[in-house]
T-cell receptor
C-alpha cells in the first residue's frame, strides 16, 4: 500500500530533551515536507526537501532540523524542544518535486512538550 | 504572498442537507493549484481534489462538487445530501507555480472549516 508513515504517533517529552520524529514514504517521491498544525493557525510548513541532500526552510523552521540522506526518509529533529513546539506534526510527500503536485500526508504525530 | 481564506470557522447542519464550504484565495501567479483536504476526527489529512488555474470546469464526484471561479478567486466545495461521516475539518490550500509574489514553497492552507453533520 502506498503510504507515508510517521513514528511515533504520540509523544510526551520534557523541555530540552532531544527527539526525532521519523517519516518514511514508499512511493519513490522526490519531494518531502514537514508541517505543523496549531489551533487557529492552520498548517504551516517547517522544512522541505526537493531531493536527497537538498533541504530548505519553510515558513516556521526555528527550533527544527531535518536531513535527507535517503530518498524515502525525512526525519524531523528537535534538538532542544520547548513548550511552544507542542503541536500536531505532519509529514508529506509528492512525486517529482514540482510545485502544484498533490502532497500526500502521513497520519500525524501529536507532540506535547512539558 | 499567497493567502487562503476560509471564512466559515464552523458549520452545523442536519443530515441530508446540502452544505457549501467557501474558499477564497489570493495569489499573484497566473499558474497555481488549488486543493481540498479532509481531516476527520481521527486526525489524518485526506486528499480530495486538485485543480490547476487553467481549468475552470466544475467537478463532481459522487455527493461532492467543486466550483472554481477565477473571477472571484474562489474554489468552493459543496456536499450534497450530507451524511454524519462527512463530519470533519475541511482545508482549502493553494500552491503557486512561480512564487512570483515571494510565496512559500509548500502548500498555503486556510484555517479550515469544521463541519458538523447532526443525525
Amino acid at each position: 500500500e502506498a503510504q507515508v508513515t510517521q513514528n511515533p504517533r504520540y509523544l510526551i517529552t520534557v523541555t530540552g530533551k532531544k527527539l526525532t520524529v521519523t517519516c518514511s514514504q514508499n512511493m519513490n517521491h522526490e519531494y518531502m515536507s514537514w508541517y505543523r498544525q496549531d489551533p487557529g493557525l492552520g498548517l504551516r510548513q517547517i522544512y522541505y526537501s526537493m531531493n536527497v541532500e537538498v533541504t530548505d526552510k519553510g515558513d516556521v523552521p526555528e527550533g527544527y532540523k531535518v536531513s535527507r540522506k535517503e530518498k524515502r526518509n525525512f526525519p524531523l529533529i528537535l534538538e532542544s524542544p520547548s513548550p511552544n513546539q507542542t503541536s500536531l506534526y505532519f509529514c508529506a510527500s509528492s512525486g517529482s518535486g514540482n510545485r502544484g503536485e498533490t502532497q500526500y500526508f502521513g497520519p500525524g504525530t501529536r507532540l506535547l512538550v512539558l | 504572498a499567497q493567502k487562503v481564506t476560509q471564512a466559515q470557522t464552523e458549520i452545523s447542519v442536519v443530515e441530508k442537507e446540502d452544505v457549501t464550504l467557501d474558499c477564497v484565495y489570493e495569489t499573484r501567479d497566473t499558474t497555481y493549484y488549488l486543493f481540498w483536504y479532509k481531516q476527520p476526527p481521527s486526525g489524518e489529512l485526506v486528499f480530495l481534489i486538485r485543480r490547476n488555474s487553467f481549468d475552470e470546469q466544475n467537478e463532481i464526484s459522487g455527493r461532492y462538487s467543486w466550483n472554481f471561479q477565477k473571477s472571484t478567486s474562489s474554489f468552493n466545495f459543496t456536499i450534497t445530501a450530507s451524511q454524519v461521516v462527512d463530519s470533519a475539518v475541511y482545508f482549502c490550500a493553494l500552491s503557486e507555480w512561480a512564487l512570483s509574489g515571494g510565496g512559500a514553497d509548500g502548500l498555503t492552507f486556510g484555517k479550515g472549516t469544521h463541519l458538523i453533520i447532526q443525525p
